[in-house]
């Protein structure tokens, strides 16, 4: 018989290496002073490179969480079940300290660390990050509530993970998630029509439909409604001291683009107890605190996307041929992994660079909290955006074999466009820089100073910085060119970044095409010149012969 199926020509799957061992990660941790968390970190960078981690990651997206309403006498129970590979990522990055970790922690870095191994381990799965990342943002948020911080904060920092469906107090470690948009509002969450009505013992009765609700079965949710003194934030356990259900119903689970292994849902609250968390009618200052946390994490989420799809489509090209050569020796296709190389350092570095200013603006830095409040803004909007293109063209590296679901490549690209949604889409966080700029001219001002920081060290980068100076001359039509005006900032505080931390070959490569205007419309067209060898190395993955 005629042997027809010999396998040659096909690349061995990226396993066994160590993720963490990244260039910029490195660079990052070792340039704050935050060395000492390199062990932890490793550690996990390998865990996140195993067959078995990957595989966790693969169930909990092929398995995706099941709704159950009801028990089988009929009694409502509204629980979601989830893989038990869903639950080996939560205790993963529970156990790791990517939770609410970091404001318990004494580390000067600590939340810098938090991000490196949230990016480190968000490669393997993105869904689980979604409660992660909500759990960690919801810390700052409840302190405007002294008492119930005192009382839950340490159970949303504890490295113990605890599914049970409990009271919390009873419980060894929580979980936490935010219950804000309605359908008749989105992100205009002023709109919410959902009331809270003070009760005699200091609590209230919360009723209303919210539209999206990422993992309900949170031990505790941070919920917007309406009290009598206006839009107010509201602290919601799902079970209730008492050890009985609050009245929480989920309606029915999202059935989502990406995003598998992370249950979204509409809840329906009727009559259900909750708390006040800060001052009625400032709902929306208070839960901003968490807003800016999650972004932080949409940042880093796009970041991990853009380095991971980069780390596969470089692996592909080391081991595959083509026309007589292996893919990475084709100029063209260097061209094109060089590009994706050059988004993927820019856009970790500014992540991590965030996660840095994090840390020195909760410490008391009012600078690097000015600094913080701009910069955050506009590395949201610019790096999400970049996402879902640098997910198609990391795909099509691998032509036919990245469109199978087996690449793991399209579960790549249905999860990028996520991140620019989630906490505010592109106009939204286009005008909330423009809010920052109008209600805190401060911060305009701090944001140029950081970028004059190295004036004269790259020409294309000076240019850019003084085209960007004048675009705010012409206040009459700021709103209409915001994603300009605001894409363009985003774009020089990269650049200046890597000029100052970088790599030179991906600092030359970023700001001659990003800045330099020597780019084409898609991922494939730097300039000639570039030192494409360097800039691929870097990101091409260490795995053990």
């Not at 419980?171 to 008749?184: F, H, I, P, W």
């Not at 689970?253 to 992370?262: A, R």
């Not at 880093?300 to 470089?314: F, H």
């Amino acid at each position: 018989m005629t042997t027809t199926h010999t396998v040659t020509n096909q690349v061995p799957p990226l396993i066994g290496h160590d993720v963490a061992e990244h260039p910029v990660i490195l660079e990052a941790l070792h340039r704050e002073g935050a060395a000492d968390s390199l062990d932890e970190l490793h550690r996990l960078g390998r865990l996140a490179g195993s067959e078995q981690a990957q595989r966790w990651g693969d169930l909990a997206e092929e398995h995706p969480p099941v709704l159950h309403t009801h028990d089988r006498y009929g009694n409502r129970i509204d629980e979601v079940v989830y893989d038990p590979a869903y639950h080996e990522l939560m205790r993963t990055a529970v156990e790791f300290g990517m939770h609410g970790a970091p404001w318990n922690d004494p580390s000067p870095h600590a939340h810098l660390e938090r991000a490196a191994k949230f990016s480190v381990w968000g490669a393997v799965d993105a869904g689980h990050g979604c409660p992660i990342s909500m759990t960690y943002a919801v810390v700052p948020a409840l302190r405007a509530n002294s008492e119930l911080a005192a009382q839950y904060e340490p159970l949303l920092t504890t490295r113990t993970y605890d599914p049970s469906l409990r009271a919390p107090l009873e419980k060894s470690g929580l979980v936490a998630g935010m219950s804000m948009t309605e359908k008749q509002g989105g992100s205009d969450v002023r709109a919410n029509r959902t009331t809270a009505v003070p009760q005699p013992d200091g609590s209230y009765r919360i009723t209303g439909h919210k539209w999206f609700t990422s993992a309900p079965m949170s031990d505790i949710l941070l919920v917007l409604a309406q009290a009598p003194g206006g839009l107010s934030c509201f602290f919601l356990p799902r079970i209730l001291p008492d050890g009985t259900r609050n009245a929480m119903a989920i309606q029915r689970l999202k059935d989502k683009l990406g995003n598998h292994s992370n249950a979204s849902s509409e809840v329906e609250y009727d009559d259900a107890t909750a708390w006040l968390v800060g001052d009625e009618g400032r709902g929306v200052p208070t839960i901003i605190e968490m807003v800016n946390m999650t972004r932080l994490d949409c940042t880093l989420g796009s970041a991990t996307g853009m380095r991971a799809g980069t780390a596969q489509a470089i692996h592909h090209a080391v081991h595959r041929q083509a026309f007589g050569k292996n893919l990475v020796d084709q100029p063209l296709m260097r061209n094109v992994l060089a590009d994706l190389a050059v988004e993927s350092e820019a856009s970790t570095t500014v992540a991590l660079w965030l996660a840095a200013l994090t840390d020195r603006a909760t410490a008391g830095d009012r600078h690097a909290a000015a600094l913080r409040r701009i910069s955050l803004s506009v590395s949201k909007y610019l790096v999400c955006k970049r996402g879902p293109a640098h997910a198609a063209e990391a795909l099509e590296c691998l032509g036919g074999n990245g469109y199978a679901e087996e690449s793991r490549m399209p579960r790549l690209y249905r999860e990028a466009p996520l991140l620019s949604v989630w906490e505010g889409s592109g106009n939204v966080a286009a005008l909330d820089t423009l809010r920052a700029v109008a209600k805190q001219p401060e911060t305009l001002a701090v944001f140029f100073d950081e970028l004059d920081s190295c004036a004269g060290s790259d020409a294309a980068l000076d240019a850019s910085v003084r085209s960007l100076k004048n675009s705010f001359g012409d206040l009459g039509t700021v709103e209409h060119r915001a994603r300009r005006i605001v894409g363009d900032m985003a774009l020089a505080l990269q650049g200046s970044l890597l000029v100052r931390y970088g790599h030179p070959a991906v600092a030359d490569a970023f700001t001659s095409s990003r800045l330099g205007g020597d780019w084409g419309s898609v991922y494939g067209t730097l300039p000639t010149g570039i030192d494409a060898a360097t800039i691929i190395e870097r990101s091409t993955p260490k795995v053990p012969a």
